[in-house]
DNA sequence: GTTCGTATGTGATGTTATTACATTAGTCAA
DNA sequence: TTGACTAATGTAATAACATCACATACGAAC
């Protein structure tokens, strides 16, 4: 994987719309948005966001089945960390922040425990500040 | 709240069968489960599941869409910390922690942003031990 | 140009969760 | 006892999220 990943029409497609939004989006807003740009099936969203899993550009909000563009794409410094999420219940912006302390205390807790990870989730949801004292 | 919650019958019911399952139920499975008890529609798994969930009897687990009876229902321990889980992608098997140095990490986290936090969801997906040696 | 892997198109289906509305049962006060 | 209120329940319909199955198109390697 380089630098700047090489995407599809579809995969750009839904990156850009990932990209434009100022927070999350399920897959069928999506869809949605990108019917005027040909698309007609779940599946042609789903495929893409798959890629752009793997590819590490985009997330994947559990705990509200929605994606977000990763948002430091530049940034390296979390890839071999857990990143984790808070969620604005009211406004629903995201913010994304990795810390060493906790991806060192989970993975004392799975090597501790025999326990092979493949994907940790770190999901807070609440109300961020602005909302907080609005 | 009781040590022992009063529970209704269709709450009783959810509890018992998450209580007799080994690992974590979807909804619908409940609901399948419990046919020959009565229960015909899946508002009447979710409406006990929501007062279980309250309870704090049950966990959710937001990355598989199931629920779960909570390993430590006598111990207070974590009722002020948050509850981390491991889920083995292979049996299915979840192990049930909670860790002070995370909760005051995140804690750290959303004093130090203005984040109002309601629920924090901790989930590591992966391969346990008995899988991954077998 | 054939073969093969990847991407795409499309319809149907499967799974998870909620809305809306009706009914039942218990509590409490007048 | 009645009426008013609240919590719990029953039921149908629908919404929201995700995948399966199969067909077609496109590009690179040989």
Redesign the pocket.
């Known amino acids: 994987m380089t630098a700047t990943q090489e ?7 839904v990156f850009d719309a990932l990209t434009r939004a100022d927070g999350p989006l ?4 999506i869809l949605d948005q990108l019917r005027d740009n ?14 752009l899993l793997d590819y590490g550009m985009i997330h ?1 909000l ?1 705990s ?4 977000v563009a990763c948002a430091h794409p530049h940034d390296h410094s979390h890839s071999h960390g857990m990143t984790a999420f808070a969620i604005c219940e009211k406004c629903g912006q995201v913010s994304e922040f990795s810390d060493d302390v906790i991806t060192a205390r989970v993975r004392e807790w799975t090597n501790g425990n025999g326990f092979k990870p493949s994907k940790t989730t770190i999901e807070i949801r609440g109300v961020c500040a602005s909302c907080g004292t609005a």
Chains 1, 2 share one sequence.
Do not use: H, M, W
């Not at 995407?7 to 497609?13: E, G, H, M, V």
């Not at 399920?26 to 807003?29: E, F, G, I, N």
């Open positions: 995407l599809t029409k579809n995969q750009s497609l399920s897959a069928y807003t040909g698309f007609r099936a779940p599946l042609q969203v789903y495929r893409a966001l798959d890629k994947r559990e509200i089945n929605a994606f």
